[in-house]
Nanobody
Framework: QVQLVESGGGLVQAGGSLRLSCTAS????????MGWFRQAPGKERDFVAA????????VYADSVKGRFTISGDNAKNTVFLQMNSLKPEDTAVYYCATLNTAWVPNGSWGQGTQVTVSS
């Protein structure tokens, strides 16, 4: 099992930036990739971005391409999500998760961090 802890959420005005962090501990050697997901009130949890543990491959949802950047620091078992040009529709609870070789969540989730973008 892998334990995940997110941080970095907060309140920001539209057009602003935030940087989220997700630190993993436990059986991290079994992790193929890491992903960020978000869930707005009354909506399903949606994919945002993912990165292979090696850092060689990244994937983004169309809604965040060109605005968000996912990166990782293997030495610190930490994945980051740099969010720029934030919009009110980016408001959600953001979760990180471990992914399997099919880039699908495989059971480990963080507790979530709230991101609120005001207009």
């Amino acid at each position: 099992q892998v334990q995940l802890v997110e941080s970095g959420g907060g309140l920001v005005q539209a057009g602003g930036s935030l940087r989220l962090s997700c630190t993993a501990s436990g059986r991290t050697f079994s992790t193929y990739a890491m992903g960020w997901f978000r869930q707005a009130p009354g909506k399903e949890r949606d994919f945002v971005a993912a990165i292979s543990w090696s850092g060689t491959r990244t994937v983004y949802a169309d809604s965040v391409k060109g605005r968000f950047t996912i990166s990782g620091d293997n030495a610190k078992n930490t994945v980051f999500l740099q969010m720029n040009s934030l919009k009110p529709e980016d408001t959600a609870v953001y979760y990180c998760a471990t992914l399997n070789t099919a880039w699908v969540p495989n059971g480990s989730w963080g507790q979530g961090t709230q991101v609120t973008v005001s207009s």
